[in-house]
């Protein structure tokens, strides 16, 4: 028979023949469910692995992979939906919801080929589902809540299973109440390593999800009625400088998988190389197909892996949209670009002690004030620039980490090296303080 995509939902259609699409760990409207055919799950099925593992063979920046079990050939998995306690950087906690205790939920791996059941456990106080996003499935495990199954109600646990036939970079998120939950914190990563293994072997493979959360200042909870204008765009559920770091030796094949379950697009940009684009939801690409770009637009809702040989250096990497490389900002207040603010300050602190005039010369000076503790923001609330370098404030916030390359770390090394010691004649360097220095050609008007 001709393999095609129909084909293949077919086979593995009755490949499940003696599983029900969804198994749900309790009675369903007051009918004993456990003695239909494949319905009965032995409550040790449903106790989650006690072990965390910081990784698997992916990196997941800030976060960590789930354990599973072998059960007659299958890989079993065990993610709980709960509200968690999430801190964004030092200084700023939120009550959200997400999986296993973090946010995003643990990684899934497997290996294309792989049969796997992945139990999902409601213990929040509304109803969930949960879509595996841009994997091939039979249509009952697909979930979407009221269309393709029931809702998860609180309390209850469900059992999805299938049969891995693809590999690649995919997510996992729930697919009820979406613009709450998901704004939220529930997502999470779902990576398929190809059966054949690479045909371009990965030294370091890390991998994130791009989000977005309205956190206004001085609570703890984030908002998901905002649509556009977020406090905190985020790698992972974290903004700079809490995020991970990359690091790499020098010659590494570098692989960076990047989901994205925010509201925005985001051009994600990396310093120092060229990159290629290589996969996508579909998986790794041809090479015919690969293509060489600095810059990366990650739309909502898609994936992105690009790859490159990692140089020595301590590189920049971040989302292109200038206001998403900050922490919280106020919006719709007036520009204070070339304002004179003379007596404004002493008007203003009448009614509003502490208040600090600012912006008349640019914002740089914002990371200065906050650090030095003359101009603290609300409770709760981070910095709209943060994050210290070798030669000062960095001034960004957001999505913004480093690459970190090397010669000498070893071939397992992933720990933070330090600032990069740049060899002698190869920084910038100031050479006067005269701003009428030299005799620049200017346009004249």
């Excluded at 029931?150 to 997510?171: N, R, V």
């Excluded at 991998?207 to 959360?213: Q, V």
């Excluded at 637009?297 to 990497?317: C, H, K, L, S, Y």
Aim: with cysteine; hydrophobic share 35%; net charge negative.
């Amino acid at each position: 028979m001709k393999l095609s995509r129909r084909n293949m939902l077919i086979s593995a259609g009755l490949a499940t023949a003696g599983v029900m699409p969804f198994v749900r760990a309790q009675n369903h409207e007051g009918h004993d469910m456990s003695k239909m055919p494949a319905m009965e799950v032995p409550p040790e099925k449903v106790i989650a692995s006690s072990t965390p593992v910081r990784h698997g063979k992916v990196r997941t920046l800030n976060g960590w992979t789930l354990p599973y079990r072998m059960n007659n050939g299958v890989k079993e998995f065990h993610l709980v939906a709960e509200e968690i306690e999430h801190e964004f950087a030092p200084g700023s906690k939120a009550v959200c919801w997400g999986y296993n205790g973090s946010t995003p939920g643990p990684t899934i791996e497997a290996t294309e080929g792989d049969r796997v059941r992945i139990y999902v456990t409601n213990r929040l106080k509304e109803s969930t589902s949960m879509h595996w996003h841009g994997l091939i499935l039979p249509n009952g495990m697909d979930g979407v809540g009221g269309l393709t199954q029931p809702h998860i109600k609180p309390g209850e646990t469900y059992a999805y299973e299938f049969t891995l036939h693809q590999h690649g970079t995919h997510m996992y998120h729930p697919h009820a109440d979406e613009m709450t939950q998901i704004a939220l914190g529930m997502m999470g990563l779902f990576i398929i390593h190809p059966k054949a293994g690479e045909g371009i072997a990965i030294d370091r493979d890390y991998a994130f999800i791009l989000h977005n959360f309205a956190l206004h200042p001085g609570t703890r909870r984030p908002d998901p009625a905002v649509l556009q204008d977020f406090d905190l765009w985020t790698f992972n559920s974290k903004t700079y400088p809490a995020i991970d770091p990359m690091v790499a030796r020098t010659g590494d094949r570098v692989r960076i998988r990047i989901g994205n379950l925010s509201m925005w697009n985001h051009p994600i940009h990396l310093h120092g190389t060229q990159f290629q684009v290589t996969g996508s939801d579909g998986g790794r690409w041809p090479r015919s197909q690969w293509r060489s770009e600095v810059t990366e637009i990650v739309g909502v809702g898609q994936m992105r892996d690009i790859e490159f040989t990692a140089v020595p250096g301590d590189w920049a990497f971040h989302c292109h949209m200038s206001h998403h490389t900050m922490g919280p900002m106020g919006h719709d207040i007036p520009n204070t670009i070339g304002v004179n603010q003379d007596g404004l300050e002493e008007k203003v602190r009448a009614m509003l002690p502490g208040y600090m005039a600012m912006g008349e010369n640019g914002m740089g000076e914002h990371q200065s004030h906050t650090d030095s503790g003359h101009m603290p923001g609300p409770p709760n609330t981070l910095a709209m620039m943060a994050g210290k370098g070798p030669f000062g404030n960095i001034e960004m916030g957001g999505m913004f980490t480093t690459v970190k390359v090397r010669d000498d770390l070893a071939k397992d090394d992933y720990s933070d090296p330090g600032w990069y010691q740049h060899p002698t004649g190869t920084i910038a360097r100031r050479v006067s303080s005269d701003p009428s220095f030299g005799n620049p050609v200017r346009r004249k008007i």
